[in-house]
């Protein structure tokens, strides 16, 4: 039996497992069993609890999506964590503490019970840590999805994204290039695609089709990717609330040279029993 927790970030929905005092014995068979929301539980990702690897960090986290597949990192799983940490009374309201997750440190602090602020670190434009096929790093790339040409942004949160201005698309365009962007080969990794529209310098819109999940509620490395991508152009003010479907997340980046801060909920849903098999 696999004691578990339920919850989300924005409706992005998370199973979170503690491995703080024993090893979880988890494989990808078993991960999508887990997953399915009519003979599992469900989610959107799944997020283990552990012992650090970092001397530096309090744990680490892991990260899988609903096919099996690993992540480097999860903006609204690591709000998940943290207040999941300050649950089982390892975390203190208003307490700085860094995490380790699979692709390094983030530091977080619970500003209340169910609202959590992330530094995500600084984003990552050259093309080779993405992964990206590029000749040389750009604001913009010129890229053909599925009989389209389009222009997108990319960046690493962490995890790989593709940022494309959706104003510049036809009425469901963007369902249909979401898919065929995340499994687009120029990115090695695969990609999350980010479909944006700009309000105004403060306030952005944004669908994400994630690698491994498909459409979630919210991403909240995808909000951090979009902002970062819209700021680096100058479209942006250092600030900016980012809505998704699920919800709205606070994004703030002065600039290259600075990690950028998330700022947004997180929610318990229910506690249970996984029997496996």
């Known amino acids: 039996m696999l004691r578990f927790s339920k919850m989300h970030g924005l409706g992005n929905d998370f199973v979170v497992l503690d491995g703080r005092t024993a090893p979880l014995s988890l494989n990808v068979a078993s991960i999508r069993a887990l997953a399915d929301r009519r003979t599992g539980v469900g989610f959107d990702q799944?997020?283990?609890?552990?012992?650090?690897?970092?001397?530096?960090?309090?744990?680490?986290?892991?990260?899988?999506?609903?096919?099996?597949?690993?992540?480097?990192?999860?903006?609204?799983?690591?709000?998940c964590v943290a207040a999941w940490?300050?649950?089982?009374?390892?975390?203190?309201?208003?307490?700085a503490v860094r995490l380790e997750s699979p692709s390094g440190p983030v530091t977080v602090r619970l500003l209340n019970a169910h609202e959590v602020t992330v530094d995500m670190g600084e984003p990552v434009f050259a093309p080779a840590r993405i992964p990206f096929a590029a000749e040389a790093e750009?604001?913009?790339?010129?890229?053909?999805?599925?009989?389209?040409?389009?222009?997108?942004?990319?960046?690493?949160?962490?995890n790989p994204h593709a940022v494309v201005m959706a104003e510049a698309l036809a009425e469901g365009v963007p369902e249909r290039l979401g898919p065929a962007l995340s499994t687009h080969p120029r990115f090695a990794a695969g990609t999350n695609?980010?479909?944006?529209?700009?309000?105004?310098?403060?306030?952005?819109?944004?669908?994400?089709?994630?690698?491994?999940?498909?459409?979630t509620q919210a991403c909240g490395t995808g909000a951090c990717a979009a902002m970062a991508v819209l700021r680096r152009r100058g479209e942006v003010d250092e600030s900016v609330q980012v809505d998704l479907p699920g919800g709205a997340l606070r994004i703030a980046w002065p600039g290259p040279g600075h990690t950028?801060?998330?700022?947004?909920?997180a929610a318990f849903v229910f506690e249970g029993t996984w029997l496996a098999d």
């Open 138 to 158: 750009a604001d913009r790339y010129a890229i053909e999805v599925d009989g389209d040409a389009l222009e997108i942004g990319a960046v690493s949160m962490g």
């Open 260 to 265: 950028l801060w998330m700022t947004g909920p």
């Open 193 to 215: 695609a980010g479909f944006v529209r700009r309000a105004d310098r403060s306030h952005l819109q944004l669908r994400v089709h994630e690698r491994g999940a498909g459409w």
């Open 85 to 95: 940490l300050h649950r089982a009374g390892t975390l203190a309201l208003g307490e």
């Open 46 to 79: 799944l997020l283990s609890v552990e012992p650090a690897r970092d001397p530096s960090c309090a744990f680490y986290y892991g990260i899988w999506n609903t096919d099996g597949s690993p992540s480097g990192q999860c903006g609204n799983g690591v709000r």
